[in-house]
């Protein structure tokens, strides 16, 4: 028989397509010394009570209890990681303010690396512990710093993709925040690209640096054309805002004359190991074009509802080929956790489909078609999220990573309401989707690895 790192045995839910969820009852997860799932076993199959009498007493057979459930670990989109400091708070005027007044202001502040350390440090404890296991961040324009959450992340088993933010215009950037001039912006990230690349060598599940013009409104037209051939030389990942508001869209539209999506397209910053934040405003060919290119779309519902100015038509864009996954946009979204912004995802799908203006008759209130479930919602979390970065992870499927929260449901002080013990296992699902609190994440993995314990 061959030999595993390790053996998982448990009731598992992993996306099957966009809209469907599997169930895994009583699976085993055969996971090889990489993190990687070599195999999975259903109850049925030949070699099940095979593998149970072989590993079920050693060190590293875990058997789930009763009432617990294996999720694949969140993958979010979007944070700002500076932000964090400012969580829950100033949530009260739009984009173009909020930067100055608030925003600008705090990342600035991240020139101090012991004030990073305090804040990153807390953060990436604070996402793991909510079932996030891969993160795609946005640190500060300073370089050190930016380093040092990729460290952290490092350290702590989460599996980050870090961008040193570029900001060069002086025109559209205060000065006491923004890269000093457009060849320093591009000799720091090229900087920091190595960095990190260097970094990964050492590193179990996985660090990368991202090319991060933070929107076109920050940069010049040379820093966008650099930091597209850096993207290039180095197969980075790429990651920006993209037509999220009116402000911004209109904004690049009297810059350029055309939307974010060709302008971004035209400086070589869409590719497949593109995401870009937001994309409420996308037009059909601008959907075109993220399909064509493999750019993905990391949707951040609770952001959007404060700074957005709309909903995103989600169903039309998946419908259209666009990879989308889920993003908390810390600090514009209030909350670290994925389940909240999947929720949220449901709710504005919802809204926007039944319109919100009850002086309008309801077969003008909305936009048909544009709701998606909670089902979709778990897509985007995970499998959809996985397929935007171009890793294998977010399905809990044969050469995935094992990156998983374990999910108690039957916990004393948070118990799900489960009643009947022969209930649907695609019910329960929904209950833990739209029920867990944080406590309910018992342990969270990252590539075979324990990186948290509740
Ligand atoms: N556009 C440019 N910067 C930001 C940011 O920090 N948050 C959001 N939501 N949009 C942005
Ligand atoms: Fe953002």
Redesign the pocket.
């Known amino acids: 028989m061959k030999e595993y790192a390790q053996i998982f045995q448990g009731t598992a839910f992993t996306s099957q397509s966009p809209k469907e969820v599997k169930a895994l009852k009583d699976y085993l997860f055969c996971i090889d010394e990489n993190g990687i799932i070599e195999k999975t076993v259903a109850p049925e199959d030949i070699e099940y009570q095979d593998l149970l009498e072989a590993y079920q007493y050693k060190d590293h057979f875990h058997r789930l209890s009763k009432g617990q459930f294996f999720l694949p670990g969140f993958i979010d989109l ?1 944070v ?1 990681a500076p932000q964090w400091a400012q969580s829950g708070t100033a949530l009260d005027i739009p984009l173009y303010d909020w930067l100055n007044t608030y925003t600008f202001p705090l990342e600035a502040k991240f020139s101090d690396l012991e004030f990073a350390d305090a804040v990153y440090e807390d953060l990436v404890n604070h996402l793991l512990a909510n079932g996030t296991t891969t993160v795609l961040y ?1 640190a500060t324009v300073h370089k050190e710093s930016s380093l040092l959450l990729a460290k952290i992340c490092a350290q702590k088993g989460q599996r980050g993709l870090v961008g040193k933010v570029v900001m060069d215009d002086p025109v559209q950037n205060p000065d006491y925040y923004r890269d000093e001039n457009t060849e320093t912006a591009l000799k720091d990230t090229e900087e920091f690209i190595v960095a990190v690349k260097e970094l990964a060598k050492t590193t179990k599940q996985g660090v990368y640096p991202v090319v991060t013009p933070r929107f076109i409104p920050s940069c010049t037209d040379d820093a966008l054309n650099g930091l597209g051939k850096l993207a290039a030389k180095y197969d980075t990942h790429i990651q920006s ?1 993209c037509s ?1 508001g009116d402000w911004e869209h209109n904004y690049v539209r009297d810059r350029f004359g055309k939307n974010d999506a060709f302008a971004l397209n035209d400086f070589g910053l869409l590719k497949d190991k593109s995401v870009m ?2 994309c409420n405003f996308l037009s059909d060919d601008d959907a075109d074009l993220f399909a064509k290119t493999g750019t993905a779309v990391g949707h ?1 519902p609770l ?1 959007n509802a404060y700074f957005a100015n709309s909903v995103i038509p989600l169903a039309h864009l998946h419908s259209k080929g666009v990879e989308i996954g889920l ?1 908390t ?1 810390i600090s ?1 979204g209030f909350s670290p956790s994925i389940f909240d912004n999947a929720r949220q995802a449901v709710i504005s799908s919802r809204m926007l489909e039944e319109g919100v203006n009850t002086k309008l008759p309801a077969e003008k209130r909305g936009v048909p078609d544009s709701r998606i479930t909670i089902n979709e919602a778990f897509f985007l979390a995970t499998a959809g999220g996985g397929e935007s970065l171009s890793l294998p992870i977010g399905r809990l499927e044969k050469n995935y990573a094992w990156d998983v929260q374990i999910i108690d449901t039957a916990l004393d002080s948070a118990k799900l309401p489960l009643f009947d013990s022969h209930e649907n296992l695609l019910d329960t699902f929904q209950k833990i989707m739209y029920l867990v609190k944080p406590e309910n994440i018992r342990e969270v993995w990252v590539q075979g690895e324990q990186v948290h314990t509740h």
């Open positions: 979007h700002h946005f805002h999220e934040a937001h951040c952001s993003g946009d514009a």
